[in-house]
């Protein structure tokens, strides 16, 4: 039946709820709480009943009867004897309903005398059964009179201490059961609800009876106690005194009630940042405690700090015996894990650790995820922390007198610091206030000392002097005001730190610009976030945390909202707050709002906030209606020492008629208002359609936000299950889908897959956020955890399991290939092409030194795989091993959804769309082996060839330096460390011997590793007197794509060439068998080359290819202009090549005599010409045997660097010497060509060109 209106009436409390032993069903074993049968019978747990809950339902929060029972006592019914410590004990708990709506409970648990003598037998004969078997177990075999005369002492010295100390005798211990009473309410005032319990309590334990019924308290705070309306305090009366609460209003931070101080004793400054940080990038966060009531707080005061940000995955503080199964999650949670306090950290079987953050709240430890990146400013940020605790007297390294191992601490300690200085999580300044806090406990205690007597007492006699009568005023004790001054001012500190951080966010938040609904309906592949502009203001040091928190669910949820809320009546109240702190840092920063500099910006807001709580608890708003008697019978509402009465249920069921809270019979728009009212007072109940589309659009875990708590028959872990692996494979397509779009830039956004904005974001961020995406699908349904990748134990397995049986399929099908392609091959020399194997890529990573753990090595062999475009290809190998997948996975698996993997894999297989250097870009001081194959011509006796050859290599990381290659050796391995994307090859030789003439077609080069090809043609002679007569030439090279359907033809050149000079992707050999170009195809080539370093620029730096193609390569700019110098050029007849490097000898020639003979046109044209000279000759001057067209090379190299180029253009337009050597119709004749050739070439003047070294090696202008 229903209590009281029909709408939420702002009730306090919704239900007041008993739950213990229902002697009618007696003992029933907890089989879910784990193995129960080795504990002797007090130690195993026994199903917990609800007993009463009054009223028994209302309409706007149904009662949840499993879910209640379960989180009251998670551990259900626990037995005592007088001999046990009794203690009763607080704790909360959080009850999230399908539309991610709250409700809080709050419950004490305390030990009553078992009076059923039942239950007492029922416990002994456990116990006689429980003995005889430990007795057949333990029992050393002795000699008859022996075992005769110990028989009665058998419980004594047989059976260890601890078994006596728990053992039960009906004739002589009392047995004690525990009982819990409980409050449901609709928002979270804890220490309230706390001594409205523990003084219910009190009452039932004095020796005099309490001066009204209990009936009179618990009716009294369910129906006449209200909800204190948002900026108010309330007070009403427990049983004994007054009870406070205050609510803070819609423009402070939301209502917290937990003391924020006893997280930073239990774990220190250090580690609450570091737990905030996973927080904030949705790892998997596990607290382990033996208290409940810790847990919550935890993970309550860790979401609380998030403001303005929500966590939008699993949230299960306390996470009861029974559901075990939800560590499977593969999704991102927030659980906590009550320990026994006996079993060790290592006992703990959890299913994954690869992103998992562990924390022992007990034991001031935490254990991070691997490469977790630091929060922005990180060390002036727990300075400003550490300032706030040791005003309060906090030390901030945490007070580990409260966690139970504090000698164990203190010896972590110092080894802590020197790795974490190698970590560089902590900076090498001493001086740093924290540091020496950390190092000397003493120093601690006296600064704590210092700052108490000094700073915070000198603010509270301030205040005193404000509310000069305190005592009568301030209506809570001082330790509770303390209390809300040190939560305030932490969570304004927190909160201060996002407001500097996201101060402009609304800049970059995009809009959508169709309607809303058809926005919600494709809100997957919408971006909401211009994070490439947002992250190019960021300072440096901060993009590791931000462009992964960018990536965040909570990031896009909030968002979302902001997309959601025009006006500002329609915002929902956490970012009507948010939106106004930023507003008033805008005003208050004349900084230029895109600029942002990495200057720590403290908080200033404290002292307001402060306030604010002072004034609500210094005058009370609102004070509710005493308890009363009641209308109960005579003799109803007896009282019996030390037993928790039943109580009239008749009274509590229904509130009182006529009240001005719960009647309510106003219309139903009325009420929704009240609805979104309680919404906007930070209940989040779901106002409108808003909160669902949200929910539903954005979040993959909107059914498994919190488990259901009360069916747990296989069928529905089984359907949980489900929801994980479809969630799984939507996750990996909208990854995949990112990652493609981002890396595929410009040119897929403009056909039209998702905007512009969605590229530049860290690369990085998106193959770890698939690393991690990897982890959980691998570790969904293990049936035993070995290591702390489940992905890289999964691979060791079938590595071990592949040496043992080598005959296996996959390597005679890779044979079968390489003989085919030997046949098809013939026609011209190729390397044997590296054969496809996922054993030898686990091989090369197991080689790497640098990577020390399981999680980094599983992490380096997808980036490798992804590199070799192998991924999809080897996880199916991976996962064609059936009975492998078998024997690690449970039936309910991922990998054993036969359908799901297949869409899986066909996911990732559409990265080999695009090329990925994310193995190579990473690994930059790893050996890495290089295959080198040179191919000189056929027709020209290459064998005859005498000199001894050189070659260096060069990449975008480092080069080789030069190689001595063995005469007659065309194919060599060689290893050195990663040279990165290889951009020039340097080959020569050394002119010696008879026949130093040498006809390279091309240099092929590849990495042994990541089977990434180059080629490099040259197609030109090296050898005095031949072609130009080079003897060392600059070629630059591609990478060949590979297709992988036809792997065959990864490493090979193109099919049959016709001549050398068809395959040019150098200069000629010489300038008649050239093509002969008309003026306007020239004038296009230069056209394209310039564009296409134009384009080259405007890029994004982190797509950029190679600039150096764009200058030497096939189209280039070198050899565009080649064509401008060759067209018109007057070749003489007979045998004797001219090249344009002989003309710009003849030009340099005139210009140095007119030089010297004075003759000087004008100023301008002087530096012109004295630039180029100076040029021609240091060219002329190295030491390099670089031919002439090598030489040309480096010139125009040169000139676009320096931007001389246009002017060198006019020069030699005007030049004499360009009359004598050119025809009448040569295009550098034809001025309109001319002057449109120097305005294409100005284009350049804007960028900063910058050569790579090989191209200028030993010219130093």
């Not at 080959?987 to 042994?1008: C, F, P, Q």
Request: a negative charge; hydrophobic letters at 35%.
């Amino acid at each position: 039946m229903s209590g009281g209106g029909s709408s939420a009436p702002g009730r306090f409390a919704d239900y007041f709820v008993i739950c213990g032993l229902d002697t009618e069903t007696g003992l029933e074993p907890d089989e879910l709480s784990g193995e129960n049968f080795e504990q002797t019978p007090l130690r195993r747990t026994f199903k917990s009943k609800v007993l009463a809950r009054y009223p028994e339902n209302v309409e706007w929060n149904p009662f949840d009867q499993d879910a209640v029972g379960m989180l009251c006592m998670p551990k259900g019914l626990a037995f005592k004897t007088q001999a046990d410590s009794r203690d009763p004990q607080f704790h909360s708990f959080i009850i999230t309903r399908e539309d991610g709506s709250r409700t809080f409970g709050f419950s004490l648990t305390f030990y009553e005398e078992v009076t059923s003598k039942q239950i007492c037998s029922a416990m002994q004969t456990l116990y006689h059964m429980h003995n005889a078997e430990y007795d057949i177990l333990h029992i050393p075999p002795t000699n008859d009179k022996d075992s005769c005369s110990s028989i009665e002492d058998c419980n004594g010295t047989s059976v260890s201490k601890l078994q006596r100390f728990n053992s039960y005798d009906i004739s002589r211990d009392t047995l004690y059961v525990s009982k819990c009473i409980c409050l449901i309410t609709p928002m979270s005032f804890m220490k309230a609800c706390k001594k409205v319990l523990e003084q219910l309590h009190q009452a039932v334990t004095s020796p005099q009876p309490p001066p009204l019924p209990l009936e009179s308290y618990i009716y009294n705070i369910l129906y006449e106690v209200p909800l204190p309306p948002a900026g108010r305090s309330l007070k009403f009366s427990g049983v004994y005194g007054p009870i406070i609460c205050q609510r803070p209003s819609t423009s402070e931070l939301p209502l917290f009630d937990f003391p924020v101080k006893e997280v930073f004793e239990l774990l220190g400054v250090e580690n609450v940042v570091q737990l905030f940080t996973c927080a904030l990038l949705e790892f998997q966060i596990l607290l382990y405690s033996q208290h409940y009531q810790r847990l919550m707080t935890v993970a309550e005061t860790i979401t609380a700090l998030m403001f303005p940000f929500q966590w939008q995955h699993v949230y299960v503080p306390i996470l009861p015996a029974s559901l075990l199964h939800f560590l499977d999650a593969p999704v991102p949670y927030l659980m906590g894990l009550h320990s026994n306090g006996l079993d060790d950290r290592s006992k703990l079987e959890l299913p994954q650790e690869a992103n998992l953050c562990f924390v022992d709240v007990d034991n001031h430890f935490i254990e991070l995820p691997e490469d977790l990146p630091q929060f922005p400013n990180k060390l002036e940020f727990i300075q400003e922390i550490s300032e706030i605790l040791m005003a309060f007297g906090i030390p901030p390294e945490g007070n580990l007198h409260c966690s139970e191992s504090a000698s164990k601490m203190k010896n972590l300690r110092a080894c802590d610091i020197v790795s974490d200085k190698r970590n560089g999580n902590i900076a090498g300044s001493p001086l740093n206030s924290y540091e020496l806090l950390k190092e000397n406990e003493t120093i601690a205690r006296l600064q704590a000392l210092v700052k108490r007597t000094g700073v915070s007492l000198e603010k509270l006699e301030v205040r005193e002097e404000t509310s000069s009568n305190k005592d009568l005023k301030v209506q809570c004790d001082e330790e509770e005001f303390r209390v809300y001054q040190l939560n305030i001012q932490i969570r304004e500190v927190f909160a201060n730190r996002f407001t500097q951080m996201f101060a402009d966010y609304e800049v970059f938040v995009i809009q959508p610009s169709q309607d809303k609904e058809s926005w919600f309906t494709n809100r997957e592949q919408m971006q909401n976030f211009d994070k490439a502009s947002f992250l190019s203001d960021q300072p440096e040091p901060y993009l590791p945390f931000l462009s992964r928190f960018l990536e965040t669910q909570m990031f896009a949820s909030f968002i979302d909202n902001k997309i959601m809320c025009h006006d500002e009546d329609d915002k929902d109240p956490i970012l009507r707050v948010f939106d106004c702190r930023v507003d008033k840092i805008r005003l208050l920063n004349v900084r230029t709002p895109t600029l942002r500099t990495s200057m720590y910006q403290k908080c200033t807001t404290i002292d307001e906030a402060e306030k604010a709580i002072e004034l609500r608890l210094v005058k009370i708003d609102h004070t509710a209606v005493h308890p009363h008697l009641l209308d109960m019978k005579i003799g109803q509402g007896k009282y019996e020492l030390g037993f928790f009465p039943k109580l009239q249920s008749d009274v509590l069921s229904i509130g009182p008629a006529s009240n001005k809270w719960t009647k309510r019979n106003a219309p139903a728009q009325w009420r929704r208002k009240d609805r979104q009212k309680q919404h906007t007072e930070h209940l989040r109940l779901d106002n409108d359609q808003r909160e669902k589309y949200i929910q539903e659009a954005r979040n993959l875990g909107s059914t498994i936000r919190q488990p259901k708590l009360s069916n747990l028959s296989p069928s529905v872990i089984a359907q949980t299950n489900w929801k994980f692996v479809e969630g799984l494979l939507k996750e990996c397509r909208n990854k995949t889908k990112r990652m493609l779009v981002e890396k595929m830039g410009r040119e897929a956004v403009e056909l039209g897959h998702g905007e512009v904005n969605i590229t530049g974001v860290e690369e990085n961020t998106l193959i770890a956020s698939l690393c991690d995406l990897l982890e959980r699908i691998w570790s969904h349904g293990l049936q035993v955890k070995q290591g702390k990748s489940a992905l890289w134990s999964h691979l060791l397995h079938y590595q071990e399991n592949r040496q043992r049986k080598p005959t296996s399929g996959s390597f005679s099908t890779s044979g079968v290939l390489l003989d085919s392609e030997r046949r098809k091959s013939d026609a011209s020399p190729a390397m044997s092409p590296l054969r496809i194997s996922l054993i030898q890529d686990m091989r090369h990573i197991q080689n790497i030194g640098e990577i020390k753990t399981d999680v980094g090595k599983a992490r380096a062999w997808v980036r490798l795989s992804m590199e070799k475009k192998l991924l999809s290809r080897h996880l199916k190998q991976l996962l064609s091993d059936l009975e492998l997948t078998k024997k690690l996975y449970k039936r309910y698996a991922f990998l054993r959804c036969d359908d799901e993997k297949e869409q899986f894999l066909y996911h990732l297989l559409s990265f080999n769309a695009v090329d990925y250097f994310c193995f190579t870009n990473v690994f930059t001081t790893i050996l890495i082996p290089y295959h080198i194959l040179i191919v000189p011509s056929k027709k020209l006796g290459g064998s005859m060839f005498t000199a001894n050859p050189w070659i260096c290599i060069s990449g975008e990381l480092s080069e080789t330096g030069v190689l001595q290659i063995p005469r007659n050796i065309l194919e060599m391995t060689f290893e050195c460390q990663n040279l990165g994307k290889l951009t020039t090859v340097q080959i020569g030789h050394d002119n010696s011997g008879l026949y130093a003439k040498w006809l390279v077609e091309y240099v092929m080069v590849r990495n042994e590793i990541t089977g990434h090809t180059y080629k490099f043609p040259c197609g030109r002679w090296l050898g005095k007197g031949m072609d130009d007569g080079s003897l060392e030439r600059i070629l630059v090279g591609e990478l060949l794509t590979s297709h992988t359907e036809a792997d065959e033809r990864q490493c090979r050149t193109p099919p049959l060439q016709q001549s050398p000079s068809m395959i040019r992707r150098f200069v000629t050999i010489s300038p008649n068998n050239k093509p002969k170009l008309n003026t306007g195809q020239i004038q296009e080539a230069i056209g394209e080359a310039v564009n296409g370093i134009v384009k080259h620029f405007h890029k994004p730096e982190k797509e950029r290819g190679s600039l150096t193609l764009l200058l030497c390569g096939e189209s280039g700019l070198v050899s565009a202009l080649e064509q401008v110098f060759q067209h018109g050029f007057k070749s003489p007849r007979l045998f004797k090549n001219v090249f344009i490097w002989d003309f710009l000898e003849k030009a340099q020639t005139h210009y140095e005599t007119l030089d010297q003979n004075e003759i000087v046109p004008e100023e301008n044209w002087q530096t012109r010409a004295r630039s180029f000279c100076r040029f021609v000759t240091a060219i002329n001057n190295t030491p390099r045997n670089i031919g002439k067209d090598g030489k040309f090379q480096m010139l125009v190299c040169l000139g676009a660097r320096d931007h001389l180029l246009h002017h060198w253009i006019a020069l030699l337009a005007d030049c004499p010497i360009t009359a004598q050597m050119y025809e009448d119709i040569a295009l550098i004749k034809d001025h309109t060509l001319v002057n449109s050739l120097i305005r294409v070439l100005q284009t350049l003047q804007e960028f900063n060109i910058t050569l790579e070294a090989s191209l200028v090696k030993g010219i130093d202008i």
